[in-house]
């Protein structure tokens, strides 16, 4: 599911699903503009989501947020930081350390149709994710698997 938000359209991820491609162009296939990802990520893992938010912001042509964790759990895991945030090209703009921070990032969105000037990844794709995309009233878009 999408929806807007500012009059930008968003979806949202939660962790591991950074690590999939199809969950990204699912929500690129509905017309995202950023996708923002929730993240609990640990050490040693952390090189692998901020690999897998660049490769998701590239491949979709949209800007991507991933806040992560950092510090010490209860749990006794340690958690890798690294929030970030990519351009439509798949270059960062902001990368966090492994400390708590609050940072202000503007997104020029006239960047996702520059990206798309001379590639579109999503009208090259080879599969198209199966479901009908829905409109609600209340701007939510979702993909309706039947």
Known sequence: VTTLWNG????????????????ARALAQLGAELIIVTNGNMDPYGPV??????????????????????GQGDEGL????GSTVVDPFGRLLYEAGREETR??????LTQINAARR?????????????????????????????
């Open 103 to 108: 940072q202000v990032i503007s997104l020029d």
């Open 118 to 146: 001379d590639y579109h990844y999503l009208n090259d794709r080879r599969l198209l994710l199966q479901g009908e995309a829905v409109e609600h009233p209340d701007g939510r878009r979702e993909l309706l698997i039947r």
């Open 78 to 81: 340690v958690f890798a930081g």
């Open 49 to 70: 989501h901020r690999t897998a938010i660049m490769a998701r912001a590239q491949e979709n042509q949209l800007f991507s947020v991933m806040v992560n964790r950092a």
């Open 8 to 23: 930008v359209r968003v979806g949202l991820l939660i962790c591991y699903d950074i690590e999939l491609p199809e969950t």
